[in-house]
């Protein structure tokens, strides 16, 4: 079984390098403490170098080498990344970019998921592959293809006649398109299936109705590609399982919880310090989010894939990580619960794209600083994997993400420096710097586990997620809902009704006008709750003037034209209240808001900034994680005694920890 225990590992490219050198690596990798490699992923044409000729030989020589010494293998489908004969033969099959350019070879994921072409050649590596290593005792689990969700929507002939089918499998007529589309807006009335077009980026600003539901087609179309591969390898390997390496939080492309559907566990592709993917200096907050989304996919541990080793990059290359960070970011994972960590790559390679994209080992293979942190890590992990293993992270707050929101905003952002994730993240950290265990779940889950749930600018609400949240409020939850919720139904028209829409009545107020603001702006919003303190907070970008109907004021704006006026609410509903924001505002707006009105306090959000600190449970053994992101020593006085897993297992309440440093405890009842 694949989670039997847990896993640490390397992703390994034995076709990249001379035969000779695979048992000197194996051999290297066992003295980390190693006891999986994922294997194989780009190596389609090795596996079949011309059409329906395939030769596994040289992976059984690597997969013995490997297992020989312990260490067994997660095989990835080579689907991300096709052979040129395949493209040559097939060239109907390269995607067609929102810009309507067709795609050439030379990088990958450059193909179209809706292909039959491309569908017929998946089938037949993919059946021959599964086939191969169906009862190879050394493979633990397959990896469908690598990273859906990188800029992959197509807009390719054969993408828009599969749109148009869906689109009439879903209205039935298209009189309920143009009803649902609204489409007598400029004429866009549609008379017949085949007029009906893909958003290309070349007709500015698309319906939205239409948009988003290509948006929608373009997450299933990924979804069912990957279904076809998970029911080859199912009749195949039925005991084996199957996963994808996801792109944490950052990515909004596909649905990632339909696309979770199909797998038995998630994985994903931690880089830490990518800061030209993510655009701002290496936040431990945002990485913590991707794991905690990662988690709440399936709502159970994960892995990470691919976890960074060392700098990364294409044509630049990135920060290294400091000594220490490279067994702290993975620390994170498994403190957020991950059951397994595959660093990102075991040698850094000589030839092509990702030349500067370091793994463990440098270009010259020799062992250096980053082997030995990985190498020390192992060595804890075989005192303390079976101890911490399978254990889960408990939360009681609950953060809800809905990718028809995500698609949405990406149609109309509604402010140019207004960001669905970042506006989340502001939102997370709050809680993440109290160090307070969050879910990051669908819109749909249920929620009544949690005792504060928060709705990040829910634009698309339908009358079930209404009603949903509803009942969570009327049943004793907390509920927080920040602008531009309920702004739109599910055909991602505007709703014609005060706003919040279908919330107003819960919320207790209306939204009788707002403002948004240029990126300079900002409104000072002062705190009416009794013990609030008289510091005023900041809102920027958008502010919703909010009219209470049963609600009482928590907040109002202290300029503006309309000072004097709630920014923030609250109305009691049933057993629960409901908390309306009316404008956007960072981390430390809800930082003082959120304690104020709903009781966060926990038994470590008062340990030194920079040191993040999670639990891990299972019935009645708490695992303490303490992880000090900066570059200095910390000192943590803490309320209960712990006995650390790590070196002196003396029970303590006063923990020193040096820069990047890690303490893992039992914490004592």
Request: proline residues 6%; aromatic residues 12%.
């Amino acid at each position: 079984m694949t989670l039997d225990v847990f896993r640490f590992g390397a992703d390994y490219y034995p076709e990249q390098w001379e035969e000779s050198r695979w048992p000197i690596d194996a051999d290297l990798m066992v003295a980390a403490g190693f006891n999986v490699v994922r294997l194989a992923e780009f190596a389609w044409v090795k596996m079949e170098p011309t059409p329906g000729a395939f030769d596994f030989s040289w992976l059984d020589r690597a997969i013995d080498v490997l297992s020989q010494r312990g260490i067994q293998v997660v095989l990835g489908t080579p689907t991300a990344s096709p052979p040129a004969w395949v493209m040559v033969q097939h060239p109907d099959a390269y995607r067609v970019s929102e810009s309507g350019e067709r795609a050439t070879y030379g990088n990958r994921r450059n193909y179209c998921p809706n292909n039959p072409n491309y569908h017929d050649r998946t089938r037949e590596i993919v059946g021959a592959m599964t086939a191969h290593y169906a009862n190879h005792p050394a493979v633990i689990g397959w990896q469908i293809d690598n990273e859906f969700g990188q800029g992959d929507r197509c807009c390719c002939p054969v993408c828009i006649t599969a749109f148009q089918r869906w689109v009439e499998a879903k209205y039935g007529t298209l009189e309920a398109v143009n009803a649902a589309w609204g489409t007598m807006f400029w004429s866009h009335t549609y008379t017949d299936w085949s007029q009906i077009p893909a958003p290309l980026k070349s007709a500015a600003s698309p319906n939205p109705g239409l948009a988003l539901d290509y948006y929608r087609f373009s997450s299933d179309s990924y979804v069912a590609y990957q279904h076809l591969q998970a029911e080859i390898i199912r009749q195949n390997c039925p005991e084996i399982a199957i996963t994808h390496n996801f792109m944490g939080f950052g990515f909004g492309q596909i649905d990632y919880f339909r696309l979770a559907e199909d797998v038995d566990f998630v994985s994903w592709d931690n880089y830490p310090r990518m800061q030209w993917i993510f655009h701002t200096p290496h936040d431990p907050a945002r990485v913590a989010l991707s794991h905690d989304s990662m988690r709440g996919l399936k709502r159970q541990n994960f892995w990470v894939m691919e976890q960074q080793a060392g700098p990364g990059g294409w044509e630049i290359i990135s920060q290294p990580p400091k000594p220490g960070e490279i067994r702290l970011w993975a620390y994170q994972a498994i403190a957020h619960g991950a059951d397994g960590i595959v660093f990102f790559r075991w040698r850094t390679a000589r030839h092509g794209t990702e030349q500067y994209w370091h793994g463990i080992l440098d270009h010259h293979a020799q062992p250096g600083r980053r082997y030995e942190e990985v190498k020390r890590m192992g060595a804890e992990l075989k005192q303390i994997g079976p101890r911490i293993f399978g254990t889960q992270v408990a939360a009681k707050t609950a953060i809800l993400h809905d990718y028809h929101t995500r698609f949405a905003f990406q149609i109309q952002g509604n402010h140019p420096n207004f960001e669905y994730t970042s506006h989340t993240l502001d939102v997370y950290e709050a809680l993440y710097q109290r160090n307070q265990p969050v879910d990051i779940i669908a819109a749909t889950e249920s929620l009544e586990d949690y005792s504060l749930v928060i709705a990040p600018s829910l634009h698309i609400m339908t009358e079930t997620i209404a009603d949903h949240l509803r009942r969570y409020v009327e049943q004793g939850g907390t509920l927080i809902i920040t602008p531009r919720t309920g702004v739109k139904d599910e055909v991602n028209a505007v709703v014609n009704a005060p706003l919040p829409g279908l919330l107003a009545s819960l919320c207790g107020v209306e939204v009788v006008e707002y403002e948004a603001m240029t990126a300079s702006e900002q409104r000072g919003i002062r705190l009416c709750e009794e013990g609030a303190s008289e510091q005023t907070l900041v809102g920027r970008l958008w502010c919703d003037v909010l009219e209470p109907t049963s609600a009482e004021i928590v907040a109002v704006y202290a300029d503006g034209y309309y000072a004097g006026k709630a920014a923030v609410t609250r109305n009691y509903h049933g057993k629960g209240q409901v908390i309306t924001v009316g404008t956007f505002a960072d981390t430390a707006f809800y930082q003082a808001l959120i304690p104020l009105l709903v009781d966060v306090k926990g038994s470590y959000d008062d340990i030194p900034a920079g040191v993040e600190a999670a639990v891990r449970s299972h019935q009645q053994e708490h695992f303490l994680f303490l992880m000090n992101h900066t570059g200095d020593t910390q000192r943590v006085s803490l309320k209960s005694p712990c006995v650390p897993l790590m070196g002196d297992q003396t029970s303590t309440q006063e923990v020193e920890l040096a820069p990047y440093d890690v303490f893992v405890a039992l914490i004592q009842q």
